[in-house]
């Protein structure tokens, strides 16, 4: 059971939005920045989203990032079949001295 | 733009330690732009940190994996290092090294190396 709550899968058609959803507490997504990464089965994760909703250089503005509160939001529009993969949050918790990664999202683009 | 590399046994007994080393290309680990970290992933599941180094040596462990645990930087071959002892199958996982500017999550991946526990 991870620290940070991420829905197991969504779904949506392709050209559509989605988004997926990071759930902590006040000791880590409350009080740190949040990031997002995906990954495509057997390779690496690569990062998507950092402090919240900046980009790194290359990632299209098809994808965004938000936080409020003790959560955040990760945000895909134009969906394409190859933005299937799955997506990971993360951020540090200042309790547990700790990196987090939340438990994962499968996104499935029908 | 940083490269890692990950290498070492694909295959340890249980009880033993698992040794990988990653190799950096791209920068220095000694550099105070950098830190390091190694991330696992067991199979079918998530994304698990195990800890991160900094450009000064210091290490930061997952506290679940804190009594077992060694990162470690050699700087004259820019390399880092990950020891886990007292391996049980649980440990079978793709271990990846990465690097990420100072203040920000890790940018850059290995591509990771498959690691089993058993005998």
């Known amino acids: 059971q991870s620290v940070l709550t991420q829905p197991p899968s969504v779904s949506a058609a392709p050209g559509q939005k989605v988004t997926i959803s990071c759930s902590g507490s006040?000791?880590?997504?409350?009080?740190?920045?949040v990031c997002w990464y995906h990954q495509l089965p057997g390779t690496a994760p690569k990062l998507l989203i950092y402090?919240?909703?900046k980009r790194p250089s290359g990632i299209p503005d098809r994808f965004s990032g938000s936080k409020s509160g003790t959560s955040a939001t990760l945000g895909i529009t134009g969906l394409q079949t190859g933005d299937e993969a799955d997506y990971y949050c993360g951020t540090w918790d200042n309790s547990l001295s700790s990196w987090l990664f939340g438990g994962g999202t499968k996104l499935t683009v029908l | 733009q940083l490269q890692l590399q990950e290498s070492g046994p694909g295959l340890v007994k249980p009880s033993e330690t698992l040794s990988l080393t990653c190799t950096v290309s791209g920068g220095s680990i000694s550099g105070s732009s950098f830190y390091w970290g190694w991330i696992r992933q067991s199979p079918g599941k998530g994304l698990e940190w195990i800890g991160s180094i900094d450009y000064s040596g210091s290490t930061y462990y997952n506290p679940s994996l804190k009594s077992r645990v060694t990162i470690s930087g050699d700087t004259s071959k820019n390399q880092l290092s990950l020891m886990l002892n007292s391996v049980t199958a649980a440990d079978t996982a793709v271990y990846f090294c990465?690097?990420?500017?100072?203040?920000?999550?890790?940018?850059?991946w290995g591509q990771g190396t498959q690691v089993t526990v058993s005998s």
């Open positions: 990465g690097g990420g500017i100072t203040g920000s999550p890790i940018a850059s």
């Open positions: 006040s000791s880590n997504i409350g009080n740190n920045y």
């Open positions: 402090d919240n909703s």
